[in-house]
Structures are given as structure tokens and as C-alpha cells.
């Protein structure tokens, strides 16, 4: 009875084991950097030192995740169109990218139309994510009655 129950124990464990572990996840989070993600690594650097170059890593960082999205969902994770569309937003941080980025860095962002891709990168948030309209409409309506 007892070596039945160890032998049950080990298959279940192993089988709970095996279930849990997979070679891909949800999402891409752009590449792995120094044992993080390339985003942590970006996005750390930007909050921390708010440099320059730390905002153009970032910038192509997001275009990377939302235009070649990567995981078994095989879109961008949650939040980051939201984060980048917001960031698009913002006149200072497109000014600092705009005169600080590489050749480079600069062909990697496809679009130039900062508004507009901000915005329709916060819409894309709620079409991925439906559970973020409540925070991000009201944020799209200002930007739209500011025009």
C-alpha cells in the first residue's frame, strides 16, 4: 500500500511538474539582455537615469514588441501599447528621440506621426486588452477634444 502511494505520489508530481514548465510564455518581452528582458532592461535605464539614449533604447524597444510580437499570444504584452502610445504623446520625450536617436534607432520607428500612432496605439490597447478601456478611453477623449 505504501510503496502504491509513493509510486502515485511521484507520477503526479512529475506530471504536475512537466505541466508547469513550458519553453515559451504569453508574451515576448523583447529578448533576453543580462539575464532580464531587453523592456526591463530599457525601461529601468529611462525611469532610472531618464537619459537620452536610455528613451531612444525604449522607443525602439516598444516598436520591436508591438510589430513583431513574439509568444503564444502573439501579442504585444499587456500595458505596452498603452506605455509607448503614452509616451508618443508627449512632446518632450518625441523632441529627446527625435535629436538623440541613432540613424539606426530612427529607421527602426516606422511611423513619424507621433499623435496619431500614440493614440492608435492606446486604441490597440483596449483591442487587445478589453479590460483596460475604463482607464484608457477617458485619456483618448482628451487628446480628441484637444484638437
Known sequence: MRRSFLTLAFVLSVLALGSCTTNQSLYSWGGRANDTSKYEEYAYRHYKSQSPEALCGLFVTYEKMINTPGGERMVPPPGICAEYGYMLLNPDAVKVFAETATDK???????????????????????????????????????????
Open 105 to 147: 534607432q530612427k529607421a527602426a520607428i516606422v511611423r513619424t506621426d507621433y499623435v496619431e500612432y500614440g493614440v492608435e496605439l492606446l486604441e490597440r490597447e483596449i483591442e487587445y486588452y478589453p479590460e483596460a478601456k475604463r482607464f484608457i478611453e477617458p485619456i483618448i477623449k482628451r487628446i480628441k477634444h484637444q484638437d
